[in-house]
C-alpha cells in the first residue's frame, strides 16, 4: 500500500500539471482543515494547491474537483492510528 506522503504528492502533481495560478475563488473549509491536518502529520507534503491562494480555486470545475479530494484525503489522514488534533474534526 502506498505512503499518505507519496499519495499527496501524486496528488499535488495531478492537481497542479496545466492548471492556471490565477486565484479566484476562495479555499473550502474541508481542504483548509486537510492542509492543516497535513501539515500536523508531515509537513514536509506540498499542500499549496489546496491551500488559500492555490491553484485549486482557480476555475469553479476544479475547485469542485479539490474540495472532493480534500475530503477523501481529510478522512484517510483522520483514519490514522493516533491522528495529531489538528486533524480533529
Excluded: H, N
Amino acid at each position: 500500500m502506498p505512503s499518505l506522503k507519496a499519495g499527496a504528492r501524486l496528488l499535488a502533481l495531478t492537481l497542479t500539471a496545466g492548471l492556471p495560478t490565477a486565484c479566484t475563488l476562495p479555499a473550502s473549509a474541508v481542504c483548509l482543515d486537510y492542509v492543516a491536518c497535513q501539515a500536523a502529520v508531515d509537513d514536509s507534503v506540498d499542500t499549496s494547491p489546496w491551500d488559500e491562494g492555490g491553484s485549486c480555486w482557480s476555475l469553479p470545475d476544479t475547485a469542485r474537483r479539490c474540495d472532493s479530494q480534500c475530503r477523501v484525503a481529510l478522512d484517510a489522514l483522520r483514519a490514522t492510528p493516533d491522528p495529531p488534533a489538528a486533524c480533529s474534526p
